[in-house]
C-alpha cells in the first residue's frame, strides 16, 4: 500500500515534503498522483482542494500537515468514515504565540500607528500605556490559544480565554481593549464577527484575526472600522486568499494585512509528527489529534 501526498504545493514544496516524509517513513511508498489508486490507503495534506481525495476506495486514514481542517470537513467527497487526524504541533504553537504576542504589542505600543506616520513623514508621539493596563481576550482555548494566552501572561498583559464551552462574550468584548481569534472554524463560529459582535465590542478595541476569514463577515468589520468603532484589525485570514489585489483592506489605514503566515506549518516537525502518526495507524496503535467531525475540529 503506499500514501499519497496531497496540497497546493509549488515543485520545490512538494520536493522538500517528499524527502522529509521519505526519510521519516523509509518503509513506505510515497506517491503525489494517485495513477495507482486501489493502492492508497493514507493520505497526508496540505490544505487540499475540494475532490483530491475523491476515487481512492482504499482510503482508510487521512493526516492533515495543517491545524485547521474546516476546508477538509467541507470536502463532501471525502467518506465521513474514513478517520481524520489534524496538525497539532508545538512548533506552530509558539509561531501562533509570537505572532499573537506581535500584534498585541503593536496595538498597544501604537506601532501600527507609527508605521503609517512614517509612510506620511510625520512625527507625532503617543501616550505610552502599559501592557498591564491592556485588557486581551483570547478567543478559542486549544493548543494555539493557550499558548497564546500564556505568552501574553508572561508578557505582562490583562488576558482572559474564552471558548465556545463558555457563554456570555459580549461582556467579555465589552471588557477587551484587543480580541484575539483564535477559535476553530465550524458552524458555530463562522460569521461570529458581524455587525452586532463587532458592535458589542469596546469602542476603540482592536480585533486580531489569526484564524480563519470565515469568522468575519468582511463588510460589517469594515463598516466599524470605518465608524471608529473598532481602531485597528490584524489579520491574517481572509474569505479569499490569495486576498484579491482589489479589496479595500489592502490599503485600508486601519487594517493590518498579513498573507496567512501567523504559525505555518513547520516541515521539520510536521513531517515527523505525521511520520508517527502514520506509523502508529499501521501498526493498530491510536492514531493521535483525530478531528471530532461533529465537533468540527
Ligand atoms: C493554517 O491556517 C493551519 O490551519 O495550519
Not at 55 to 60: A, Q
Not at 221 to 238: I, S
Not at 272 to 287: D, I, M, Q, S
Request: hydrophobic share 50%; net charge negative; glycine share 6%.
Amino acid at each position: 500500500m503506499s500514501i499519497l501526498l496531497a496540497g497546493e504545493f509549488d515543485a520545490a514544496e512538494r520536493a522538500h515534503w517528499l524527502g522529509l516524509l521519505r526519510a521519516a517513513l523509509p518503509d513506505e511508498t510515497l506517491v503525489t498522483e494517485p495513477t495507482d489508486a486501489d493502492s492508497i490507503d493514507i493520505a497526508i495534506v496540505a490544505n487540499p482542494p475540494a475532490g483530491v481525495l475523491q476515487g481512492l476506495p482504499k482510503l482508510r486514514l487521512i493526516q492533515s500537515l495543517w491545524a485547521g481542517v474546516d476546508r477538509l470537513l467541507a470536502d463532501t467527497s471525502i467518506p465521513p468514515e474514513v478517520p481524520l487526524a489534524r496538525m497539532v504541533d508545538p512548533a506552530m504553537n509558539e509561531a501562533m504565540a509570537e505572532t499573537a504576542l506581535w500584534a498585541v504589542l503593536s496595538l498597544q505600543r501604537d506601532f501600527v500607528d507609527y508605521a503609517a506616520q512614517q509612510r506620511e513623514r510625520r512625527w507625532q508621539q503617543h501616550p505610552q500605556r502599559r501592557a498591564d493596563e491592556v485588557q486581551v481576550a483570547v478567543l478559542g482555548l486549544g493548543q494555539m490559544g493557550r499558548a497564546v494566552v500564556r505568552r501574553l501572561d508572561a508578557n505582562g498583559y490583562r488576558v482572559a480565554g474564552w471558548s465556545t464551552r463558555e457563554g456570555r462574550l459580549d461582556e467579555l468584548l465589552a471588557a477587551s481593549d484587543i480580541v484575539v481569534n483564535l477559535l476553530p472554524l465550524t458552524p458555530i463560529t463562522r460569521g461570529l464577527f458581524d455587525s452586532r459582535r463587532l458592535a458589542a465590542m469596546r469602542r476603540g478595541a482592536c480585533l486580531v484575526n489569526l484564524a480563519r476569514g470565515a469568522h468575519v463577515v468582511e463588510a460589517d468589520l469594515l463598516a466599524a472600522l470605518d465608524a471608529g468603532q473598532l481602531r485597528h484589525a490584524v489579520l491574517d485570514v481572509f474569505h479569499s486568499e490569495p486576498l484579491p489585489a482589489d479589496h479595500p483592506f489592502w490599503s485600508h489605514p486601519r487594517v493590518t494585512v498579513l498573507p496567512h503566515v501567523a504559525a505555518q506549518t513547520d516541515a521539520r516537525s510536521a513531517a515527523a509528527l505525521a511520520a508517527a502518526n502514520v506509523k502508529r495507524w499501521r501498526t493498530g496503535e491510536a492514531v493521535a489529534n483525530l478531528v471530532d467531525r461533529a465537533r468540527g475540529y
